[in-house]
């Protein structure tokens, strides 16, 4: 951001808030909000505010699955972009940091700037900066630099995506932060992408684990990026969706408490009378089988005389 001689970061923002850019810019809505809503001051030199050991360890347990799920995405990151002074951080939905991947040389800096475990990096606490605005509007951010809201956090470069939990619900963001000043923001936008794909591996991997008995199918047609899976039980019925797949097909509520057939989701015709759903059962006895009428009917329960009864006569093409 280009600023005008003379002019501190306070003057660039009270200028920019002043008008009508917040209604253009999500930038200048951040600021706003951080301003108006938070009352926060731009040259607070104050440094972020963190838990006590008790709290982070309780805040831990809360988000345990998840934290559980992330290790091997985090490391990934990790070794991408840990050698340009990158850290990976893993925050709840209060914007509390709760993992953290990070090179020892670097890590003391870090620390001192606050990416750590355990600091408060809500908008409401910290103004403008990625956790913290990426949570408030949900949505991939970049905050660089001087785009933080808070003077003192103008060193960083913050790129970060909103992890969903196995219910499509905002559980928490995930971040790649610098403090290096020759991270350029083209740079940062590649980085931003590789966040992107690692907050939907999460996901993807959290929503497995939540659903371990069940057959995890990608929604047709759906690109892989968008992670829109659906946990579907014995019964062929939907039990489970993540973010992607709720916004691809306009799911919404507990979908265990209202499960929905996976043929109407996916607009794949099924069988739709009792007949038509006993013939299935048997068809895919038989493949099981091999073709093996005999050892189908025993799979079943039933004699070859009542099998063959019931599938009856093999229709023609």
Known sequence: MRRAAGYTHSHVIAAAISGHAAARSPLVASWSRSARLHKLDPEKRIPPERMTAAELAQARERMEPMIRAAGPSLDRLFQAVGGVGCCVLLADRDGVPLDRRGAPVDDPTFEDWGLWTGTLWSEAQEGTNGIGTCLAEQRAVTIHRD?????????LSCMTAPVYDPQGQLCGALDVSSCRADLTEAFAGLISHSVAEAARRIEAEAFRAAYGRARILLVPGADRA????????????????????????????????????????LEQGGPETLDQAERAVLSRALARAGGNVSAAARALGISRATFHRKLGPTPRA
């Open 226 to 265: 968008a992670g829109a899976l659906l946990a579907v039980d014995s019964d062929d019925l939907v039990i489970g969706a993540t973010r992607g797949a709720r916004m691809l097909l306009g799911l919404s509520g507990d979908l265990a408490a209202s499960p929905r057939p996976a043929a109407d989701l």
């Open 147 to 155: 785009q933080h809201f808070l003077a003192r956090n103008t060193v």
